[in-house]
């Protein structure tokens, strides 16, 4: 009777903490065979953390670092270096943009109010975040669906394997980088290509 009364318990917090997880419903995914109408990652327009819409091309001219994070996750301490790597550049024209996503292994629970309680407090975050969205799967948000198709990104396209992909955009929104959770944003892979798109 207890395993039965523990196993019940343990279903429904599984099933509440994925009802709460996935703030973003799925509304304005791409249905079969519908066809994306945008041609840059700057056409977007997102939810800030707060609620509010940000249209991407407000960052025309910048270079993107866009990244899908997530709270309790082993690279969740890239945080750190996400900021780190921000300060650095951002004079130079970098933008550092987190995505909080819930798809793997139920790692970003919270609500939009407590993963930005969580940067700011724990890491000190400064850069842009936004509102959480899927990054894969049917509800895949469209800017991911653009990020990851092969029509639309020929040459990084492939799904989010983990938290912490990121996909580095120049100054025309064009995509010209593509990095895994495995590589820090401190190290000298990323940072060479970040100076590069700088340059431009």
């Known amino acids: 009777m207890k395993k039965y009364i523990v196993l019940t318990a343990l279903a429904v917090l599984l099933v509440t903490s994925v009802a709460v997880a996935l703030t973003w419903d799925g509304s304005g995914a791409l249905k079969d ?37 997530a709270s309790k996750c082993g690279y969740t301490p890239q945080y750190k270096g996400l900021e780190s790597l921000y300060e650095k550049y951002k004079d130079q024209g970098l933008v550092v943009m987190g995505f909080p996503a819930n798809n793997f292994l139920w790692q970003e629970p919270g609500s939009n109010d407590e993963i930005k309680t969580f940067c ?18 049917s509800k895949i948000h469209p800017l991911y669906q653009f ?8 040459e990084f396209a492939g799904a989010i394997s983990w938290n912490f992909n990121k996909f580095l955009v120049d100054r025309s929104g064009k ?7 495995k590589d820090e944003p401190e190290s000298e892979k990323v940072m060479q290509a970040v100076e590069q798109a700088l340059k431009q």
């Open 33 to 69: 065979g519908e066809k994306m109408t945008e041609k840059s990652v700057l056409d977007f327009t997102m939810k800030s953390i707060d609620g509010l819409d940000v249209k991407l091309d407000s960052y025309s001219g910048k270079v993107l670092l866009l990244v899908n994070v």
């Open 120 to 137: 700011s407090t724990k890491y000190n975050v400064t850069f842009p975040m936004f509102a959480k969205i899927s990054v894969k799967g």
């Open 147 to 154: 990020l990851t198709n092969k029509e639309t990104d020929p």
């Open 175 to 181: 995509i010209v980088a593509r990095f895994s959770s």
